[in-house]
């Protein structure tokens, strides 16, 4: 059977997606929403950087909802931090869950339970009107700081923390627009505060719910997630290969959200971002790590440069969730509900057109 796929969204993590799509036995490429005027009638091939397949993008919601297709991979910028409606992701998983589509989606709500009853109960009922699956994913959360986890798991015979420490150094990251509009490095305390409240409160939703996910699939009762923020100023100006940090802005920022029991963490994801090697000195250093403490003790350090494409890995969890999703009872399914998934078929000879 052919499952029959559309792109919304034709950014950075879409067009991979539909590069993949296209090449991969058993599915097919059915349509593509975009956002920009410039993209709409254009073929879906040529915005992938694939060359022709004869699929037009559209702007047209109402066309992707009468499209005949199985799934949906939904990857635009999150609504929760760009766009006038933080609700519109939301508002389109439900129209789109309700037409019969299944909608994995790559921009949070990977355990939409920690958004409280009331998005669980809308999501459900746009399943069942739909007899639909939804389902999230992505690289961190979705893999790295909760599905890598939960695998160490089957090792332990007793579980006193789980630990996971992401360091990022971002000084030759070429992008301004990401560096110091979206994460808000280079701004002062209190525009910090005001440009970034929505990008915080984003990040903080998508942390929360990964150790919640973790804290479930190990029944450990947590009984609180506690979020806290930690930023350092420039002592002086700093030269990056996004542009200069002036001296008195945000240069570093440390996250860590925790799963608590009792005052004891025991979930904890912490996040150390530098925009210059010279900042936060007492900061932890290294690698990136996932660590479980207990019996045995064991942890798996990641070097800075385990991956060389971060947004081609997050396309791939979601397309090579897609059989998976698509074969799963109707309903919210989450990384603690489907089977365990797997890059299979990857091989060149497996592709469409494939010599044998």
Known sequence: MTIRVIQWSGGNVGRHAVAAVHQRAGMQLAGMYVYGKSKDGQDAGELAGVGPIGVKATRDVEKILKMKADVVIHSPLPSLVYGDDPEADVDTFCKLLASGKDVITTVGYLYPKVHGPALVKRLQAACRKGNSTFHSTGLNPGWMGDLLPLTMSALS????????????????????????????????????????????????????????????????????????????????????????????????????????????????????????????????????????????????????????????????????????????????????????????????????????
């Open 157 to 356: 015979n007793r579980i006193d923390e789980v630990h996971v420490l992401e360091i990022s150094n971002f000084q030759y990251y070429p992008s301004p627009e990401i560096m110091f509009d979206m994460m808000g490095f280079g701004k002062t305390p209190a525009k910090f505060r005001k440009d970034v409240a929505r990008y915080s409160h984003w990040l903080t939703s998508l942390f929360r719910e990964s150790v919640q996910l973790v804290a479930d699939g190990l029944d450990i009762p947590i009984d609180d997630i506690k979020a806290k923020t930690t930023r350092v100023l420039a002592e002086n100006d700093l030269e990056t290969a996004a542009g200069t940090v002036k001296r008195g802005t945000v240069a570093g920022q440390h996250w860590e959200w925790s799963g608590m029991v009792g005052r004891r963490k025991v979930i904890r994801h912490e996040t150390i971002w530098r925009m210059h090697d010279s900042v936060a000195p007492d900061w932890p250093r290294g690698n990136h790590s996932v660590a479980i403490r207990g019996e045995p003790n064991m942890r798996i350090d990641m070097r800075p440069d385990w991956i060389d494409g971060g947004l081609l890995s997050t396309a791939m969890h979601a397309v090579n969730a897609i059989p998976y999703v698509h074969a799963a009872e109707s309903g919210i399914r989450t990384l603690l509900d489907l089977p365990w998934m797997m890059g299979r078929g990857l091989h060149p000879k497996n592709r469409k057109g494939a010599r044998t």
